[in-house]
């Protein structure tokens, strides 16, 4: 359902995009905006992992210098069936996480000591769980296109003027410069609700992959009472990158609404809960259709075949 959403979505942005290019730059101005905006991200794709760690003055975490937040992502890497990716940590008070490549073979993710320091190893490893979840489901492609047309948009609306059909255009001028600024929010809209979308099925999958639910929604709801009130400042002078992290790290935002790059943390919770839920109602299913093992009064030994529980384990079995 997720996917579905998130393919409506790019569809109407895709309109989005051909709609203002003919009304305003015409098939000229249309292919000019796109080709700038592709090429710019681009460069972006195949370089934005390094640029947002070196941004954040991550640091590569190995066995020795972080052996249990490292243990957890190897553990969980192995259990999501994905190629180990590289561990960082950011020297940042507030906690939160990120995942950044291009692809799983080329991924990495990056954990502020204060997440290592304020969540247990459990809470550590939905976190970090959720951010394999990107790296699987590919969501840096997914955002990648999404940013192409978001920004290829907003070069029509700024070429409007320049590039608009005179006579021709049934807008007119009024209507041109509307659109200028009308366009390039629509756009940013639709981009931040494929954000949401892509963090709802990171936490499901995320979830999956740790076995344990409720655990990152104990962290999401430690790591978002944290938000708020310690800052992050590369964050703050860098908004751009809001999108990355696992809570939202702008200390004015405000979640569940049109401009809000992640769902109500609320909302995370109470879907990780009736996940979790769901998982009990499974496991009690299955005990329910185990045999009753018969005692054996002579030996003192119970007799009869036992059925055990499926259930994924979590990182530490």
Known sequence: MNYFRTGLLLAAMTGLFLALGYLLGGAAGMMIAFVIALAMNGFSYWNSDKMVLRMYGAEQADERSHPTYYGI???????AGMPMPKVYVIDNAQPNAFATGRNPENAAVAASTGLLAHLTADEIAGVMAHELAHIKNHDTLIMTVTATFAGAISMLANFALFFGRGRDNPLGLIGSIA????????????????????EYAADRMGADISGQPMALASALQKISAHAHSVENTVAERNPATAHMFIINPLSGARMDNLFSTHPDTQNRIDALTEMAREHSHHGAALSSERPNPRRDTDTGTSSGT???VSRRPGPWG
């Open 306 to 308: 036992s059925v055990p």
């Open 73 to 79: 992502v190897r553990t969980l890497a192995r259990n």
């Open 179 to 198: 659109l200028m600024f009308l366009a390039p929010l629509g756009a940013m809209l639709v981009q931040m609700a494929i954000s949401r979308t892509r």
